[in-house]
């Protein structure tokens, strides 16, 4: 296990915390904060650095970060958020959002909504437009459309190719697939040339990373939160969600409390990865909470882990299939990134950080287990 040191001071919660939660009180000046999950394509980096310019034009801290994560929601690359995601196993693609506005601390969120690219604009109407916190399915769209949002097909065709090969993948215990011809298909799992004939538009490492997401659907998600010189905090999670999913499933990312958390008291938490885990810990909660309590953003996302892995019995082998990331932000500036799981290389996955005075850039997040 790696950084997982406590202090004394966390070791002995209550009374021996609060002198330090007087003195983040009392603290000077906050400085302008943004971080987000690092997402394809820079998509982490581009995030905070919209947010970040946003904040310093003296704008809004949700509006900061709703801008930030729609960037990463119209890139039809990214292929776990809002455009381009991954679908159900119907072939449709279905997003969950989440947003908190730390001044007036509000949130609103949706759950489940389809062809409407910016799932997080829409949780932001919730936020500001109603007496409601979520909405799901067929009401969030109608809600949508009500408030001017244009209804679209999200999937892309290299989604919709790996959707394909998800199809194909899912055989009986002959090795047959009614997405083949003939009950005398080969039983092996497909390979890359029997695709490439199948698929002639698709290149191969789309193929391959298809095969990839077939046989470990992935979760995706961006969770971005801000800070600006005023002390005042926002927050925002936006996905696509599991691929392959059950129509209507929703994860953690559009449960407040859940894939996101903001109290600008104390700080905000986010979380990417395996929602079912994060929502049997209320994850970005708990990692609030642990800040309130007196424990670092690092110390607080890690504890946040340590319950995941103890509804596992922290049995690392099943623990494996699980990929979970927590992302703190504290009042006075100071953050962290944290994930279950470590790479070989003794580095934990990225997350992305702007703190104004210097370029957007990704930073590594500490981790629980390294694999092996
Ligand atoms: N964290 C995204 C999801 O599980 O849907």
């Not at 990214?78 to 072939?91: A, I, K, T």
């Not at 090969?165 to 005398?184: F, L, P, Y």
């Not at 199948?198 to 979760?219: C, G, K, W």
């Not at 979970?324 to 290389?345: P, V």
Request: charged letters at 25%.
């Amino acid at each position: 296990m790696k950084d997982i040191t406590f202090s004394r001071r966390v070791a002995l919660l209550g009374a021996a915390a609060l002198p330090w939660i007087r003195a983040v009180k009392g603290q000077a000046k906050p400085k302008s904060v943004v971080i987000s999950s690092a997402n394809r394509n820079n998509g982490g980096v581009n995030c905070c650095a919209k947010a970040m310019e946003i904040i310093k034009g003296g704008g809004d801290t949700l509006d900061a970060v709703i801008a930030g994560v729609n960037i990463v929601e119209l890139d039809p690359r990214d292929n776990s958020v809002g455009y381009g995601g991954l679908p159900n196993e119907d072939g449709v693609v279905e997003l969950d959002a989440s947003c908190m506005h730390g001044p007036s601390r509000r949130g609103g969120a949706v759950g489940a909504l389809r062809n409407i690219k910016t799932p997080s604009k829409v949780a932001q109407k919730v936020l500001a437009e109603t007496d409601h916190m979520m909405l799901v399915g067929e009401g969030a769209l109608r809600f949508a459309k009500a408030a001017g949002f244009k209804e679209e097909d999200l999937l892309t065709e290299e989604s919709r190719i790996q959707w394909l090969v998800w199809k194909r993948q899912m055989r009986d215990k002959n090795g047959h697939t009614n997405w083949e011809s003939g009950i005398d298909a080969p039983p092996a799992a497909k390979k890359i040339g029997e695709l490439k004939r199948l698929f002639p538009q698709a290149d191969e490492a789309l193929l391959e990373e298809a095969l990839r997401n077939a046989a470990n659907p992935p979760h995706g998600t961006i969770n971005c939160i801000a800070l600006n010189e005023k002390g005042e905090m926002s927050a925002v999670t936006t996905t696509s969600g599991l691929a392959w999913k059950i129509p209507g499933r929703c994860g953690d990312s559009p449960i407040i409390g859940g894939g996101l958390w903001l109290d600008q008291d104390v700080g905000g938490a986010g979380s990417t990865g395996r929602g079912e885990e994060n929502l049997r810990v209320c994850g970005a909660h708990t990692v609030v909470e642990n800040m309130r309590l007196g424990m670092s953003p690092k110390e607080a996302a890690l504890d946040a882990l340590k319950r995941v892995a103890r509804n596992f019995d922290n049995d690392e082998k099943r623990l494996q299939a699980v990929d979970l990331n927590f992302y703190a932000l504290r009042k006075d500036g100071e953050y962290a990134g944290a994930s279950l799981w470590g790479t070989r290389n003794g580095r934990g996955p990225q997350f992305a950080v702007s703190t104004g005075d210097r370029e957007s850039h990704h930073e590594n997040c500490v981790y629980l287990f390294e694999r092996k």
